[in-house]
């Protein structure tokens, strides 16, 4: 039997995900960089949310950088020594990070197949695609079959955010500055989401507590009535997560409590304090 192993990189936030009971084993995980007045720090590794909260609040001068080509030829290429017969590497949204660029170009310099999947997806919205492709590659699936899964399970997975201020996200480009100047000059509270791997407006309102409400609505209409994955992502906005959680499980019927999980310090860079963030990921 052939072993397909799973890549994936640190804005899959992987220590909130779980394959059947138990957390997620057996991914190599490739950090993105922060940078932060110069100085790099490897996200996941290096740098806590809590830092990069405090960097952001200090107004410190702060970027996130792709890994590099040469960084996952490394993992790719110790993977095939150690017994790989097939890597599936699964990345945050080409639209908003150049990671999945990175993988095609080492996936052409490796001696064993690479399928490179562009997930349309961050945070756990990506490690859920993450999960599904562990598990069918645990059940045998060939290399493309794994990718399929992968991309299936990003494709019905929905993410939904609300943030304090679109800044972050205009001097990072992720948005553009007509978007940004809409909602400071209306003074309304954006409510956005990954739509085909990019960050759209999705609707306005006008004060926290409404776009909070509209956020859970969204995010129950989303799941549509099916079996589904849901987690609650900040940044240091640990409390009203909480209270945003427990009335999520309770619209969508859950039974176990719904994971509330501070987004690393790439995917806060580009978003902020503040943040609140919804993934709805239905199996």
Do not use: C, W
């Amino acid at each position: 039997m052939s072993r397909t192993v799973v890549v994936t990189d640190s804005t899959a936030i992987l220590p909130a995900i779980e394959v059947e009971g138990r957390s997620v084993q057996d991914v190599d995980v490739v950090a993105l960089d922060v940078v932060i007045d110069g100085q790099s720090h490897r996200d996941g590794i290096d740098i806590t949310p809590r830092q990069l909260a405090a960097a952001l609040r200090a107004k410190a001068t702060v970027s996130t950088s792709r890994p590099s080509s040469a960084a996952l030829l490394g993992v790719y290429r110790r993977l095939t020594e150690e017994g790989a017969d097939g890597i599936v590497s699964i990345h945050v949204s080409g639209a908003l990070s150049g990671t999945v660029d990175a993988a095609r170009v080492a996936a052409r310099e490796t001696s064993i197949p690479v399928e490179v999947v562009d997930s349309g997806s961050i945070a756990t919205g990506l490690g859920h695609a993450v999960a599904s492709a562990v598990a069918g590659a645990e059940r045998g699936l060939e290399l493309t079959e794994v990718a399929q899964v992968a991309r299936a399970r990003a494709e019905q997975t929905s993410v939904l955010f609300y943030v304090d201020t679109l800044e972050y996200l205009r001097r990072g480009g992720r948005i553009g500055t007509g978007q940004a100047l809409l909602g400071t000059a209306l003074a309304v509270k954006p409510l956005l989401a990954l739509e085909h791997g990019a960050i759209e407006l999705v609707d306005r309102v006008r004060t926290t507590s409404r776009a909070l409400h509209r956020l859970e609505e969204l995010a129950v209409e989303r799941a549509g009535g099916l079996p589904t994955d849901v987690a609650v992502h900040h940044l240091d906005n640990a409390r009203r997560a909480q209270s945003t959680a427990d009335r999520v499980g309770r619209r969508l019927g859950l039974r176990d409590p719904v994971p509330v999980v501070e987004v690393g310090a790439v995917l806060g860079a580009h978003a902020g304090p503040g943040l609140l963030g919804i993934v709805v990921s239905p199996r």
